[in-house]
């Protein structure tokens, strides 16, 4: 193989595939990447057995093949290199990397033992924005539980239908929700999958500027598709719990407040928290109170301004949840809906209803 591109092209690729390697001491392989020279396209493939990624890169190929080489040692190479265009080529199972200055041998492995990357059968697929598909993951994965203890949480839900597509992650302490409605109806039947949460995060950073994005399914597969990347990865199996009813309608207390004022204010509340990362909120006549105590440290107390309705209330909240739901949410002023210690809170941007954060209150008492 022989094969000229621009450095910059290939760093970039190189810099998304990486992520996809495995370290497996009985398939030391897949600490390798493919890459294949098909005319002028390079295509880079990495995989774990759980998932895996092939990119293309584009140049000027003037001999066909393949060579597999080691992920780290070829992309920490890369980062060295500041040359604008780099040729590549196979000479006995190496890759020969060759710049105006350089000239580098990385030494390969046999190609052919490189795992094939299965074809799934596509049994449900839907074709939209990658944007607005990453932006809804992004939204939703604070939420999603970091235990594997229930593999069904510790993913993203994503149920689609003609109109809309609704993610959703949860660890039972607080709950997200993204709704993208579609402009115009499609003509798919429903279908819904979880997706895993590290492949989920992977998703973010490959396909974000890519395009339009194709997904399909397969009973246990998900593959993504863009012009310039694949991506297929295994699906969680399970149910994911049914979510609807933990959503509140009605609040005891509710109030419009301002997202950066009550941000800062919970963040400097984070340092006087007490082990349970707890920090108080209060609600009376139109203003707003943060307060924290921990004996060890201190105690901070911060007031201020919103614009609430219902009765005066005081209810404590792990902090950490509070400002992922705060963060999560687009609009300079947010809607914060309140009932009671034993009952889910809600946040919420003040004009726009497709996204939703349930957070659980800690008991004071």
Known sequence: MKFTCTTENLKRVLGS????????????????????????????????????VQMVVHGNGTQSGKVCVPAKVL?????????????LEEKQGSLIIKTDARDTRINGVVPDEFPLIPKIKKSNSIRLPASLFCEGIERV??????????PELAGVFVNISPTS???????????AEKTITFEQKKDIDPFSFILPSRISQEIIRVLDHE???????????????????????????G??????GI???????????????????????SIFASKLQEVTIGIKNRDME?????????????TIPCSPSGKDIMIGFNYRYLLDGLQTVNENEIFFGLNGEQSPSLIKNKSDNSFLYVVMPIRLS
């Open 75 to 87: 992309s920490l190479f890369m980062q060295s290199i500041g040359d604008e265009k780099i040729q």
């Open 165 to 175: 597509i609704k993610l959703a992650g949860t660890d039972t302490f607080r709950l």
């Open 17 to 52: 595939v990486e992520r996809f390697t495995g370290k497996n001491i009985t398939l030391p392989i897949l600490a390798n990447v493919l890459l294949d020279v098909n005319h002028d396209t390079l295509l880079v493939t990495a995989t774990n057995l759980e998932s895996a």
């Open 290 to 302: 943060i307060k924290s105590l921990n004996q060890d440290v201190g105690e901070y107390k911060n």
């Open 239 to 244: 149910n994911f719990p049914e979510y609807s």
């Open 247 to 269: 959503i509140p309608k009605n609040f005891e207390t509710s109030c419009f407040v301002g997202k950066d004022v009550f941000t800062h204010a919970v963040r400097a509340s």
């Open 141 to 150: 994965l604070p939420a999603v539980s970091t235990s594997d203890f229930k």
């Open 211 to 237: 395009g339009e994005v194709n997904i399909s399914i397969s009973e246990n597969q998900i593959l993504f598709e863009t012009d310039g990347c694949m991506i297929i990865s295994r699906l969680t199996e």
